[in-house]
């Protein structure tokens, strides 16, 4: 089983500040299928990222994703008000798909 | 629009049973495979199974492997998740989830439903 490790595990930042999230992965990800997905209180996951830097549907350009192999970033170019939430990473090329524990981005 | 309705949730005893449905909307049901992904309260994500599309074939965490089956209706564009042998660890928000391809792999999840509760406990 692949095992995802997100950091920081809390990121505080102000809006308008840049910020950048790490995955890792304790091998390689097949193919680099490796998705990020914004969960906000009381919400579903929302899909923002596939194959390490693909942007989903309607997801604004400001978020974006890179990486290869076992590192993986997600950035957000400039925090908006709605962008605080919690942020998982998850590697499906693998069997079983794992999440990393999350990154939680709040308000500083 | 895509939408995905989970119903079936609801507090239950160690050991007894539960089948969790999920009705799915605005895309051809029967084109793509599905997964169930639940969230223990406060806790991460965790990949329970899929349905892939092609050939029927089925896929299963280890945490619920003989106990939880998985299975759907296209003509009813409706994903079930039948749950046996409940644990206290499988106390969680079930989730629903579609995969933009007929296989499981190589297949991340783009659309999600709201969930539904199962608890069990004494």
């Known amino acids: 089983e692949i095992v995802l490790t997100q950091s920081p595990g809390t990121l505080s930042l102000s809006p308008g500040e840049r910020a950048t999230l790490s995955c890792r992965a304790s091998q390689s990800v097949s193919s680099n299928y490796l998705a990020w997905y914004q969960q906000k209180p009381g919400q579903a996951p929302r899909l923002l990222i596939y194959?390490?830097?693909s942007r989903a549907t309607g997801i604004p350009d400001r978020f974006s994703g890179s990486g290869s192999g076992t590192d993986f970033t997600l950035t957000i170019s400039r925090l908006e008000p709605e962008d605080f939430a919690v942020y998982y990473c998850q590697q499906y090329g693998n069997s079983p798909r794992t999440f990393g524990q999350g990154t939680k981005v709040e308000i500083k | 629009e895509v939408q995905l309705l989970e119903s079936g949730g609801g507090l239950v005893q160690p050991g007894g049973s539960l089948r969790l449905s999920c009705a799915a909307s605005?895309?051809?049901?029967?084109?793509?495979?599905m997964s169930w992904v639940r969230q223990a309260p406060g806790k991460g994500l965790e990949w329970v199974s899929t349905?892939?599309?092609?050939?029927?074939?089925?896929y299963y965490a280890d945490s619920v492997k003989g106990r939880f089956t998985i299975s759907r209706d296209n003509s009813e564009n409706t994903l079930y998740l039948q749950m046996n042998n409940l644990r206290v660890e499988d106390t969680a928000i079930y989730y629903c989830a579609k995969i933009p391809q007929w296989d499981f792999w190589g297949g991340y999840e783009d659309y999600w439903g709201q969930g539904t509760l199962v608890t069990v406990s004494s």
């Open positions: 194959s390490a830097s």
């Open positions: 605005g895309f051809i049901f029967g084109t793509y495979a």
């Open positions: 349905f892939s599309g092609s050939g029927g074939s089925t």
